[in-house]
């Protein structure tokens, strides 16, 4: 029996219709054409699939869409800055953090909601917390680099 | 608005899906519906398992509606835990770390964050894995756990709960609702040492936490708690090597002869982790690295 989710995203409101079996990752991705929101292992492993719920990083494959209900999602579409890229999408560029690109939405989030904890962040802390998110291209170096810049950047200000 | 199902590569189980106000109301589902439906609150086992068709209900009761079961609090005399607290909760915890930061410690290293951040305390209990990060740090610490049902309420020592892997003394209509943290006594320190398969997301092919009590001129050891985890059927007291070492002064050649002993009581098997006599050699290890990192914290602490 289908269920009815009113959720916001990227701040705007959202409504569906779905089955109650539909992860908030198909949600998102089907029902929505979030299509940042890359579907890897759907075991909760890789993190590919990472978005923020309610500012907290989460394997959106794990998340029922009735359990969503009433939350306020942050996906890799919802970075979008006037006239350009987030800070942290930049970073990412401007390093060479990206390769096919498959991990970096999910990489972002994860370092956007660590950035909101924590401005200025250790490499340790990084790590941590990028840690529930594969890469297979990049060997992660650059990725890390990315984001420690993106957060002495605001320092620097 | 939807295309093809191009993305999912697993078929997404179906269920009747039913929401719990109350941990009444889901003492009524459970009770109802029987071995038919399944708890679910972060989901982060449980879909697991139920895409690769280990287990398959037909009703999904979602308790992460209940609200206020998610609570972390102190009444003077134990650190009481609610259910739905999710592991980065607990992680974080000021409360948790300054009153027993052995159980935060563990917390810290389950799964990845975003697990963490949709895990909760009573599914990593209740899921029951031999490898359940949370209990042996738990169990060390003299904890329970208040289970509830139609019928009332009881407490049960974590110690007690785990039966065998994936199950527990929860009858078919009880739900876990709070776990008890009593105060530690003064003098006390813990650590949990887990060796995972990899370097970060992945379960225990050990986890040893050690817990050691000294006494007030901090010579001697009162008490110590050892368990074990992924090493046996369920989490297990090390009684044995706990027995070379209560009461006695702080000595070299002791943690040595426990750590030893711990090994022997290990009943691991071999898996895809690990074999078991390199887990029997992993308990060793991390038994006499936790009772030295336990005791340098109980000697240092002022």
Partial sequence: M?????????????????????????????????????SGCEEGECGACTVLVDGKAVNSCLMLGPQAQGKEILTIEGLKV?????????????????????????????????LDKIPHPTE?????????????????????EAVLAASNKERSK | ??????????????????????????????????????????????????????????????????????YISYDGESLN???????????????????????????????????????????????????ADMAPSLIALGGKAKLKSLKGERVVSLEEFFIGPGETVLQSDEILTEIQV???PPNTQGVYLKLPARTAIDLAVVGVATVVTLDSNRTNIIDVKIVLGAVAPTPIR???????IRGKFVEENLIEKAAGVAAEEAQPISDIRGSASYRKEIVKVLTNRGLRQALTSALGKI
Avoid at chain 2, 24 to 29: A, K
Avoid at chain 2, 97 to 107: E, G, K, L, M, Q
Avoid at chain 2, 238 to 244: D, K, L, M, P, V
Wanted: aromatic fraction near 6%; hydrophobic fraction near 35%.
């Fill in chain 1, 2 to 38: 289908k269920q009815e989710i009113k959720l916001k995203i990227n701040g705007e409101a959202y409504e569906v219709y779905v089955e109650p079996w539909k992860s908030l990752l198909e949600i998102l991705r089907e029902d929505l054409d979030f299509t940042g929101v890359k």
């Fill in chain 1, 82 to 114: 006037e006239g350009g890229l987030h800070p942290l999408q930049q970073a990412f560029v401007d390093h060479f953090a990206v390769q096919c690109g498959f991990c970096t939405p999910g990489m972002i989030l994860s370092a956007k909601a660590l």
């Fill in chain 1, 124 to 144: 340790e802390e990084v790590r941590v917390a990028l840690s529930g998110n594969l890469c297979r291209c990049t060997g992660y170096i650059k990725i890390v």
């Fill in chain 2, 1 to 70: 608005m939807s295309t093809t199902n191009l993305g999912s590569q697993t078929k997404q189980p179906k269920f009747d899906y039913l929401e719990a106000k109350t941990t009444r109301e889901t003492c009524s589902f459970l009770s109802q519906y029987k071995d038919k439906a399944k708890l679910i609150a972060g989901g982060t086992d449980l879909l697991v398992s139920m895409r690769k068709k280990k287990i398959t209900p037909s009703y999904l009761i979602n308790i992460k509606t209940i609200p206020n079961l998610d």
């Fill in chain 2, 81 to 131: 835990i609610g259910t739905l607290a999710t592991l980065s909760e607990i992680e974080n915890s000021p409360l948790v770390r300054d009153r027993a930061p052995v159980i935060s410690n563990s917390a810290h290293q389950i799964g990845s964050q975003q697990i963490r951040n949709l895990g909760t305390v009573g599914g990593n209990l209740c899921n029951a894995s031999p490898a």
């Fill in chain 2, 182 to 184: 009593p105060n530690p």
């Fill in chain 2, 238 to 244: 090390a009684r044995g090597a706990e027995g070379i």
